[in-house]
Structure formats: structure tokens, C-alpha cells
């Protein structure tokens, strides 16, 4: 079990806006900055969102996070099928002196 | 061109070895912390093993005593030993260069490698 949760799938149609919560304490996402990553099916993780809110190059601005307290958001407007993928939030865990991941989200656009 | 190319997979017995590599390009990987991480078949990302850009290491409970993590700076390449494999080891090994603050406070993962799976089985 991980400490930080995600919820393991949502869903919604295509145009649409989605959101997937990162849940965790003060020894992780409370006192640390928060990534996301974004894997497509078949391929390797790719940094989407780093230290909470900022987009890497390249990264469409329907990308978005933020955080608050001791939970982190990621939010996809304007869903396109191509954003089908898995999402996975990661941070540091103060206490096991460690980078811990969400379980991950299965994103499925209908 | 900034990449890391991992090599070394393959199917091993269980009780068995083997070691990673990871070569990096286009960055210095003993300016930078290197972890690897790891991912079961159909399952999540699991942070594995961490050398920190001074030469220390930090390894996840789930491999300690088993696996270690080192590198070459005249090769700019980076490795995981693995010693007694367990079939819950059975993954895909990512090679990642982490980004740190100013006070060594993590970050993100800016580059991860393709990936090298890993098999144990009789």
C-alpha cells in the first residue's frame, strides 16, 4: 500500500474537463513538491507537472496542478482520446527518506 | 542529445543475479542524484534505489541487502546489482535522474530510460 492514493480509474468524455486527486500526510505531499507524470500505454513515464504547478516545455497548457494542504490535483481540460494514459503523482516521504507514487490513475476517455 | 539507455534484462532464476546499466549522455550523471525505479507488470511505479550526486546511496527496504546502486564517472554510467531475485522482483527497471533544490530537497524526475525488464523464473 502506498501512502500517497490516488483514485485507480476515472473517466469522462472527450472535450470534457477531469480531475485526479493525490492524497497523503504532512511527511510527503504536506512539506514536499509534487510531480505528475503521464504514461501511455506501452511506453515510459513522462514528467507532465513538477513542483506543484509548473509545465515542463512542451506541455500543453489543458495540463494544470495545484496543491493544497496534504493533497495535490491534476487537471485535464479539453480531453482528447490521445490523453488516454496512466497518471501517477509522486513526492518526497520525509519519514522514508524516499520518493513515494500514487498507485496511479487509468484515465479513459469515452 | 540528453538520454539514458539501460541494458542488462533479461530472465534469471530465482536466487540469482544481475546487473543494470544505465548509460547516460548529454549530462554528467555525477552532478545529478540517479535512482531507479521500477514497475511490475500491470502494476505502479516502485522507487527503488537512489546514489546521490556525493557518492551515498539509499535503497528501498523491499531490496535492501539485495540490490545496490553505484556508477562509473569515467563512463558516465550508472548500475544495479541485483543479488537473491525474488519473483516479485519480476519488472521493468527505469534508470531516472532526479532534480533537486538548492538544499538537496527532491523535486521531480526529469529523464527517465526507456526501461530494461527484468524476469526472475524457474
Known amino acids: 500500500q502506498s501512502v500517497v492514493t490516488q483514485p485507480p480509474s476515472v473517466s469522462a468524455a472527450p472535450g470534457q474537463t477531469v480531475t485526479i486527486s493525490c492524497s497523503g500526510s504532512?511527511?510527503?505531499?504536506?512539506?514536499?513538491?509534487v510531480s505528475w507524470y503521464q504514461q501511455l500505454p506501452g511506453t515510459t513515464p513522462e514528467l507532465l507537472i513538477y513542483?506543484?504547478?509548473k509545465r515542463p516545455s512542451g506541455i500543453p497548457d489543458r495540463f494544470s496542478g495545484s496543491k493544497s494542504g496534504t493533497s495535490a490535483t491534476l487537471g485535464i481540460t479539453g480531453l482528447q482520446t490521445g490523453d488516454e494514459a496512466d497518471y501517477y503523482c509522486?513526492?518526497?516521504?520525509?519519514?522514508?527518506?524516499?520518493?513515494?507514487f500514487g498507485g496511479g490513475t487509468k484515465l479513459t476517455v469515452l | 542529445e540528453v538520454r539514458l539507455v539501460e541494458s542488462g534484462g533479461g530472465l534469471v532464476q530465482p536466487g540469482g543475479s544481475l546487473r543494470l546499466s544505465c548509460a547516460a549522455s548529454?549530462?554528467?550523471?555525477?552532478?545529478?542524484?540517479m535512482s531507479w525505479v521500477r514497475q511490475a507488470p500491470g502494476k505502479g511505479l516502485e522507487w527503488v534505489s537512489v546514489?546521490?550526486?556525493?557518492?551515498?546511496?539509499h535503497t528501498a527496504d523491499s531490496v535492501k541487502g539485495r540490490f545496490t546502486v553505484s556508477r562509473d564517472t569515467s563512463k558516465n554510467t550508472l548500475y544495479l546489482q541485483m543479488h537473491s531475485l525474488r519473483a516479485e522482483d519480476t519488472a521493468v527497471y527505469y534508470c531516472?535522474?532526479?532534480?533537486?533544490?538548492?538544499?538537496?530537497?527532491?523535486?521531480?524526475?526529469?529523464?527517465w530510460g526507456q526501461g530494461t525488464l527484468v524476469i526472475v523464473s524457474s
Open positions: 509522486g513526492t518526497w516521504d520525509n519519514s522514508l527518506s524516499a520518493v513515494v
Open positions: 531516472v535522474r532526479e532534480e533537486r533544490g538548492v538544499r538537496g530537497t527532491f523535486r521531480f524526475l526529469s529523464l
Open positions: 546514489i546521490y550526486s556525493g557518492g551515498d546511496t
Open positions: 548529454g549530462f554528467i550523471v555525477r552532478n545529478y542524484f
Open positions: 504532512s511527511s510527503n505531499i504536506g512539506n514536499n513538491y
Open positions: 513542483d506543484d504547478n
